[in-house]
T-cell receptor
């Protein structure tokens, strides 16, 4: 059973470009979470999705950021018109439905660098 | 709102010795889970150990154990017989049980260096 897959591992964008980060959850997992880790900081929650639904987006900036988890395919975190402050590591995690303990399994992250 | 505090930015331990990492948290809820995650230089987040708040018995996983003090809202991690491969950033995390969201709230981390 493959783990959570994120791609790309590294992404370089110039200011004003768009960044698209992909996350394929573990097999059988229908819950996906995105977290952001700024340099020298802990992970901060951004958004929680289930298939085709956003459950909690309280940690996601209102402007320029969006996330989706379609019925088919990976979850996508999209950042429009990137700025230098968006440079960070973005982690995706997944968990199976109906799990009381809420153990989240993390991918290796995507490191976004904005020039 | 829930918060997680790790007051030790960095720690060092000699190989084969024991080290304890501190974590405190704040919540008004009664049912929750606590976790310790490890982030080695590869940056992969790895679950080390978890604790259910309703269980009084402290969780253990091989060389890793916790001291969970619910009244004090304290959740420390003890690593016994430290190994070089334990060198990593360690994050304490909290999540509510049965809430509308399953988000993890992380502390700022403790960088542990195991010295040969």
């Amino acid at each position: 059973n493959a783990g959570v897959m994120q791609n790309p591992r590294h992404l370089v964008r110039r200011r004003g470009q768009e960044a698209r980060l992909r996350c394929s959850p573990m097999k059988g997992h229908s819950h996906v979470y995105w977290y952001r880790q700024l340099p020298e900081e802990g992970l901060k929650f951004m958004v929680y999705l289930q298939k085709e639904n956003i459950i909690d987006e309280s940690g996601m900036p209102k402007e320029r950021f969006s996330a989706e988890f379609p019925k088919e395919g990976p979850s996508i975190l999209r950042i429009q018109q990137v700025v230098r402050g968006d440079s960070a590591a973005y982690f995706c995690a997944s968990s199976p439905p109906g799990q009381r303990e809420n153990i989240q399994y993390f991918g290796a992250g995507t490191r976004l660098s904005v020039l | 709102a829930q918060t997680v505090t790790q007051s030790q930015p960095e720690m060092s331990v000699q190989e084969a010795e024991t080290v304890t990492l501190s974590c405190t948290y704040d919540t008004s809820e009664n049912n929750y889970y606590l976790f310790w995650y490890k982030q080695p230089p590869s940056r992969q987040m790895i679950l080390v150990i978890r604790q259910e708040a309703y269980k009084q018995q402290n969780a253990t996983e091989n060389r890793f154990s916790v001291n969970f003090q619910k009244a004090a809202k304290s959740f420390s991690l003890k690593i016994s017989d430290s190994q070089l491969g334990d060198t990593a950033m360690y994050f304490c995390a909290f999540t509510l049980y049965g809430g509308a969201t399953n988000k993890l709230i992380f502390g700022t981390g403790t960088l542990l260096a195991v010295q040969p």
